[in-house]
C-alpha cells in the first residue's frame, strides 16, 4: 500500500471537513488540477458547503456531497458554468480516501459537487478529476460515512452533515471570495420590498382579532354589482272597456250632449223659423251638414 502512495505527486493546500462523523483532513493537489482546486477553495471560503448534506453513499464505494440544494441536482462552479477535467497518470483511484469532483457522467461538466472514495475504484480511472486526498488518521472518520443505512435512492437514513469546510492552507494568494451571504440578503430585501410595494395600502388586517373573521370574509368578497337598467315608466290606470269597444263615460249623458236626432231636428226647426216656411220645408227634405263639414245622416 506505501508503494501505492509513493507514485503520487506531492500536495500543496490542505482543508479540513468538519461533519457530523468527525473532521476530515484533506491536502490538496492544486498543482496537478488548479481549476478543481481553486474552485473549491473558493467555494469553501465562501461558505457555500456550509450546513450541506452527503446527499448519496454506496457503502464500499463512495459517499457523495456537495449539492447546496441536497438533491443532487444543483450546485455551480464559481465560473457559473462546468469546467474541464484534469486528468494525471500518477493520481487514480487505487485507494481509498480520494477526494474527486462529481460530474454529469460525461466529461469537463465539473460544478461543485464532489465525492470521497471509500475504497478502490479502479474503472473509475479517467472519468473524474482527482483533486485531493484524506491525510492521516481522520481516513477513519471518512469511512464512517460508509456504515449509515441508506434508502433505494442510496440516501443514508439518517442526515450526514457538513457543518464547514476549513481553509487551512490556501495554495492560491489571489482569491478574492465573494459575499454570497450578502448578496442573498441583499436578493431577499430587494424581494420583500418589490413585494411591499405590490401590496395594496391602508387595509386593516381583521385576522388580528379572535372575532375578526366574519369581517374579514366580508371585507375580501367582491361587493355586489347593481345592474344599470333604465327607470321604469310609472303606471298608469285605465277605466275598464266594455265588451262593446266604447268606454264608459260616468257622467250623465243628458248634460254633455244632446240625442243626434234631437239636435237635428231642433236645427232644421230654427233654420224653418228664419227663413220661412218654404225655405224650412226645402232644408228639411235636402238636409243640413254636420259640425265638420260632413254631411248629416238622412231622416
Known amino acids: 500500500m506505501s508503494n501505492v502512495y509513493h507514485t503520487e505527486p506531492p500536495t500543496n493546500g490542505k482543508v479540513i471537513f468538519h461533519t457530523s ?11 496537478e488540477a488548479p481549476l478543481a482546486c481553486r474552485n473549491f477553495v473558493q467555494l469553501a471560503l465562501e461558505g457555500y458547503y456550509d450546513k450541506t448534506v452527503f446527499h448519496r453513499v454506496i457503502p464500499g464505494f463512495m459517499a457523495q456531497g456537495g449539492d447546496p440544494t441536497g438533491t443532487g441536482e444543483g450546485g455551480d462552479s464559481v465560473w457559473g458554468k462546468p469546467f474541464k477535467d ?43 478529476t482527482i483533486f485531493g486526498t ?33 481553509v487551512l492552507a490556501n495554495p492560491f494568494d489571489d482569491i478574492v471570495p465573494r459575499d454570497l451571504k450578502g448578496d442573498k440578503e441583499r436578493e431577499e430585501e430587494a424581494r420583500r420590498l418589490a413585494e411591499k410595494a405590490a401590496k395594496p395600502q391602508g387595509k386593516k388586517d381583521l385576522t388580528l382579532l379572535s372575532f375578526g373573521d366574519e369581517e374579514a370574509e366580508a371585507a375580501a368578497a367582491p361587493p355586489a354589482k347593481q345592474a344599470m337598467r333604465p327607470a321604469a315608466a310609472p303606471v298608469r290606470e285605465s277605466k275598464p272597456v266594455p265588451v262593446g269597444g266604447v268606454a264608459e263615460d260616468s257622467s250623465d249623458s243628458s248634460d254633455s250632449e244632446e240625442e243626434p236626432s234631437t239636435g237635428l231636428k231642433a236645427k232644421v226647426a230654427a233654420a224653418a223659423a228664419q227663413a220661412g216656411p218654404r225655405d224650412g220645408a226645402g232644408f228639411a227634405k235636402k238636409g243640413g251638414a254636420g259640425a265638420a263639414g260632413f254631411p248629416a245622416r238622412p231622416a
Open 86 to 128: 484534469e486528468i494525471q497518470a500518477r493520481i487514480r483511484f487505487n485507494h481509498r480516501g480520494q477526494l474527486a469532483m462529481a460530474n454529469e457522467n460525461s466529461p469537463s461538466t465539473n460544478r461543485a459537487q464532489f465525492f470521497f472514495t471509500l475504497d478502490a475504484c479502479p474503472w473509475l480511472d479517467g472519468k473524474h
Open 21 to 31: 462523523v468527525g473532521p476530515v483532513d484533506v491536502e490538496l493537489w492544486s498543482k
Open 134 to 166: 484524506v491525510a492521516g488518521n481522520t481516513v477513519f472518520n471518512m469511512l464512517r460515512m460508509g456504515e449509515v443505512e441508506t434508502d433505494d435512492t442510496d440516501r443514508p437514513t439518517e442526515p450526514i452533515t457538513l457543518r464547514t469546510v476549513e
